[in-house]
């Protein structure tokens, strides 16, 4: 089994593991976010790319522009709109691909949250304004997708 095809499975598991918790739950458990962070530098480390300075800035860029869309919401609001357990699993996400690959992982989650969002109105009814939705599924798909095209494309360039 290629190191590629490995760390796919393994990110997959732990992408499946979170978006049921969060589906469930409403909350993406910080030893979930620690432990996806954790494989994420394993991963970089034994493919090579391990680049701590990159990866910190990273965390940085995705943690704080997830931050601060959570603080706008509230003052504009009045409430929490994205939890905490979701800006440290963007941090999170950092660890497995890189700053470059920010707009991208940001969009797939955001789109295809709001593609649910948008499918699921008819069916909600009344209370569509208050509905919560987990963000955590969607982030998985958007990391999942991010980091497939990112190896895929590293394996591309290599041949």
């Not at 955590?136 to 980091?147: D, I, Q, S, V, Y």
Request: charged share 10%; net charge neutral.
């Amino acid at each position: 089994m290629t190191t590629e095809i490995a760390a796919f499975f393994i990110l997959a598991t732990q992408l499946a593991v979170i978006a049921v918790i969060d589906l469930q739950k409403l909350i993406i458990p910080d030893l979930c976010n620690a432990v996806l962070a954790v494989t994420g530098l394993a991963v970089q480390w034994h493919a090579g790319t391990l680049d701590l300075a990159w990866i910190l800035i990273g965390v940085a860029v995705f943690a704080g522009t997830f931050a601060l869309v959570r603080t706008v919401h509230y003052r504009a609001r009045g409430q929490v709109g994205l939890g905490l357990g979701d800006v440290k699993m963007a941090a999170a996400a950092a660890c497995w691909i890189t700053v470059s690959s920010f707009p991208l992982f940001l969009a797939a989650s955001s789109l295809s949250a709001l593609l649910f969002v948008v499918l699921m109105l008819p069916f909600w009814k009344t209370d569509a304004g208050t509905r919560r939705v987990p963000f955590g599924p969607f982030l998985a798909a958007g990391l999942l997708l991010t980091w497939s095209l990112d190896v895929n494309s590293i394996a591309i360039s290599f041949v």
